[in-house]
Structures are given as C-alpha cells and as structure tokens.
C-alpha cells in the first residue's frame, strides 16, 4: 500500500527516507496509526487520516493496494479544557527551560523542571491535564499519554512561535513567576523596596510579587528585550485568531471570490 505523508510531517521519516510517498509492506493486521508510526511520525503530530479517499481513523486496518494520507495536525489544535479554563496547562520536558520561562512570561501555566526522566513526565502531564512539549520523539510515541506535543525549532524564538501557532492560547502577560509558575500579585512599591537595590527601586515599578516563591517582580534592566517578547507574541496570537474568525465567518471556509 501507499502512504501520502503531509509536507511537514517530513522532519519525523530518516533523512534518507524523507519522501512524500510511502510504500509500505501491509500484512492486513497493522493498523494505519501503526503503519504512520512505524515510518516515524509519532502519532500526536498526526492528523486527520484517509484510506482510499474516505476519512480513517488510526484503528483502520488497511489492505494491500490501498492509498492512505495522513495531515498534519491542525492548527490551531484545540486542547479539550477543565471547567472553567480558557487555555491549555503545559508540562515542558527537561531540555526546554528556556522556552518555560518565556511560556510563564506569557502568562500560561507552564510546569518545568530539570531533573524528570520520561516516565515521571507522562504521569504528571495525565494527573494535571497538562500538554507535555518536547523534543523528544519516544516520549511522544508513548502510548499512556494523552495530549503531546513536538515542538518545532532549536532557537527559543522559533520554539515560542511554534507553540503559538500550534495551540494559540489565550495569554495574560506579567501573570505568572517566571523562576517558579506562581501566580503573581500586585504587591505596593513601598511595601518591598527594603528588598529592591538602590538603582532598581529609583528607576522601576514593581508589579507583582510570587505567591509561591515570594519572588518580586518589576519592570528592570531586561524589561526592554521582555516588553519586545510579550509584544511579538500577543501580536501573533492576536493575528492567529482574526484570520481564523475570518475563515469561520465566510462560508466553504474561503475568501468568495478569490
Ligand atoms: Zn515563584
């Protein structure tokens, strides 16, 4: 049988494998999602699937002579949520510290440490409903898991983009501690400014301070290069949104007439 695999799914098949056409041995009992994992698409990246035409779900089994193809997952993806959330909790693996703390900058409820092994991973991400990101194809390839992620890029900047495009999750900058996931308060200037330097607390406000860690928060020397974060992500979750509201408000999900 064929398999079609979608334009970016490319980076998951060895490099010396790396075509949009597969053929694949089909012994009648394997099932589609086995026969995509097999090729090395972990099958949370996966999307929607069709066997001869008609849509398949990975459970299908196919027969000899059939043409599969397998999209990517859409994006946005939704996240199914608790009562009362209005944005996916994350669960970061343990190569991912810097993306976390611009994730908590966000404002999104982002857990991290840097000592978890795979297991102690996926057990938390299920317990806490968390989407767990990482590099790391086996992790994905866990068949306990119930919602990962792989994400795209090596520089945090491309991961960051990565994550918003994928998931673009309602945002709520300056919320979170960035050192712990706390939630932060609004604390009063006066009431922490035995703990602020001389030169942070003549030049900078205060905004918040850690329930958690207790950790103060104000708008200080690197406030610049975070402003300019905040500002590129709000921004493109903001563009994300309007072109898919677009999309739903015209019929055929197109622009008539072009
Ligand atoms: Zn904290």
Same mark, same amino acid.
């Given at each position: 049988?064929?398999?079609?695999?979608?334009?970016?799914?490319?980076?998951?098949?060895?490099?010396? =494998? #790396? !075509? %949009?056409?597969?053929?694949?041995?089909?012994? *009648?009992?394997?099932?589609?999602?086995? $026969?995509?994992?097999? /090729? &090395?698409?972990?099958?949370?990246?996966?999307?929607?699937?069709?066997?001869?035409?008609?849509?398949?779900?990975?459970?299908?089994?196919?027969?000899?002579?059939?043409?599969?193809?397998?999209?990517?997952?859409?994006?946005?993806?939704?996240?199914?949520?608790?009562?009362?959330?209005?944005?996916?909790?994350?669960?970061?693996?343990?190569?991912?510290?810097?993306?976390?703390?611009?994730?908590?900058?966000?404002?999104?409820?982002?857990?991290?440490?840097?000592?978890?092994?795979?297991?102690?991973?996926?057990?938390?991400?299920?317990?806490?409903?968390?989407?767990?990101?990482?590099?790391?194809?086996?992790?994905?390839? =866990? #068949? !306990? %898991?119930?919602?990962?992620?792989?994400?795209? *890029?090596?520089?945090?900047?491309?991961? $960051?983009?990565?994550? /918003? &495009?994928?998931?673009?999750?309602?945002?709520?900058?300056?919320?979170?501690?960035?050192?712990?996931?706390?939630?932060?308060?609004?604390?009063?200037?006066?009431?922490?400014?035995?703990?602020?330097?001389?030169?942070?607390?003549?030049?900078?406000?205060?905004?918040?301070?850690?329930?958690?860690?207790?950790?103060?928060?104000?708008?200080?020397?690197?406030?610049?290069?975070?402003?300019?974060?905040?500002?590129?992500?709000?921004?493109?979750?903001?563009?994300?949104?309007?072109?898919?509201?677009?999309?739903?408000?015209?019929?055929?999900?197109?622009?008539?007439?072009?």
């Amino acid at each position: 049988m064929s398999i079609r695999i979608a334009d970016e799914l490319l980076i998951f098949l060895p490099a010396s =494998r #790396r !075509a %949009l056409e597969q053929r694949v041995a089909c012994d *009648g009992t394997s099932t589609l999602g086995h $026969l995509v994992e097999a /090729l &090395g698409v972990p099958l949370p990246e996966a999307g929607p699937m069709t066997l001869g035409g008609a849509p398949a779900e990975p459970s299908a089994r196919p027969v000899a002579g059939d043409e599969a193809r397998v999209a990517a997952v859409p994006r946005p993806q939704p996240v199914p949520l608790e009562p009362g959330e209005d944005a996916p909790a994350f669960l970061l693996d343990v190569h991912l510290g810097t993306l976390a703390r611009r994730m908590r900058l966000l404002g999104l409820d982002t857990a991290y440490h840097n000592d978890m092994d795979d297991p102690a991973l996926v057990v938390q991400a299920n317990a806490e409903r968390r989407v767990l990101l990482t590099q790391d194809r086996g992790l994905l390839r =866990r #068949r !306990a %898991l119930w919602f990962g992620a792989y994400v795209r *890029g090596s520089r945090p900047d491309d991961q $960051l983009a990565d994550l /918003l &495009g994928r998931f673009a999750p309602v945002l709520r900058p300056w919320t979170r501690c960035t050192a712990c996931n706390g939630r932060l308060v609004a604390v009063d200037k006066q009431e922490v400014e035995r703990e602020l330097r001389r030169g942070t607390r003549d030049s900078y406000d205060v905004y918040g301070r850690c329930e958690d860690c207790g950790q103060v928060y104000w708008r200080g020397a690197h406030g610049g290069h975070l402003e300019e974060i905040v500002e590129e992500a709000v921004r493109t979750v903001e563009g994300i949104r309007a072109a898919q509201g677009a999309a739903e408000a015209v019929p055929n999900g197109g622009p008539a007439g072009t």
